[in-house]
C-alpha cells in the first residue's frame, strides 16, 4: 500500500458514542501519531464496515492518499481563535462615533415604546461599525502569522464577539517561532482580546480525502 499504514482498532458495540472520554482518547491517539509521522486524520465516528473492506479501500485509494500525505508532509496544523473580551467592543464602538453616542444617550432618556425604529437604526449603524472593524483587527493577528506558515485557512466564526477562526499549517520545528509571536500579539492586544492557541494537531483542515470514502469505495 505504497508504505501506507492505518491505525485502527475494533469498534465498541453496540455503537461509538461521542463521549467526551472517546474523542480525548481518539485525539490523543492521533497526537501520538503525529509525534512520530504525517497524519491523515479521519473524522471521529468513521467505522468501516470490516478489516477486509478497510484494507481494500486503503489499497484502492492509496495515490490519492500518499498525494494528499505530500501536501502536509512536514507540517503540522496550529488553530488560531481570537475574541473580542465582554463589552470591549461595543464600547469602543460607540465611544469613537459622536452621532452614535447621541443617539445612545436620547434612546436612554426615552421610553422603548418610542424608540423602536431608532433603536433599530442604532443596532444597524453598531453592526456596520463591528464588520469593518472585525475586518481590521482579523487582518492585523493574521498577517504576522501567515508568514509563519505554509498555508491558512479560515473557519466559521461561532458568535458576535469572535474576530477570527483560523487555521495555519506550518512546518515542524517552527512551532516556537509561531508561539512567540503568538506572545507578541497578546502582549499588543492587552485586555481587549482573548486569544487562543491550539495545536499541533493533525492537518484537518489542509486535507481533501473524505473519511466516507472507507465506505464508498470499498463497496465498489
Known sequence: MAGLSVIAEPAPEPE?????RHMLAHTAVLERALARASVLPVR????????????????????????????????????????WRDGVIFREIIDADPQ?????????????????????????????????QRAREAEAI???????????????????????????????????????AMEELADRSGDRLLLRHVGPVPAYNFVSVRADWLTQDAAG
Open 142 to 180: 493574521v498577517a504576522p502569522l501567515r508568514t509563519l506558515a505554509d498555508r491558512s485557512v479560515s473557519q466559521k466564526l461561532r458568535d458576535e464577539a469572535m474576530i477570527l477562526n483560523e487555521a495555519f499549517l506550518v512546518r515542524r520545528g517552527h512551532e516556537a517561532e509561531f508561539d512567540r
Open 44 to 83: 471521529f465516528g468513521t467505522i468501516a464496515p470490516d478489516e477486509v473492506l478497510l484494507v481494500r479501500c486503503v489499497e484502492a485509494n492509496a495515490a490519492a492518499f500518499v498525494a494528499a500525505l505530500a501536501e502536509i508532509e512536514g507540517r503540522l496544523e496550529l488553530g488560531v481563535k481570537a475574541s
Open 16 to 20: 461509538l458514542a461521542p463521549t467526551r
Open 100 to 132: 452614535l453616542r447621541a443617539l445612545r444617550d436620547r434612546l436612554h432618556s426615552r421610553p422603548a415604546s418610542e424608540t423602536h425604529y431608532e433603536r433599530i437604526e442604532l443596532g444597524r449603524c453598531v453592526e456596520a461599525a463591528l464588520i469593518g
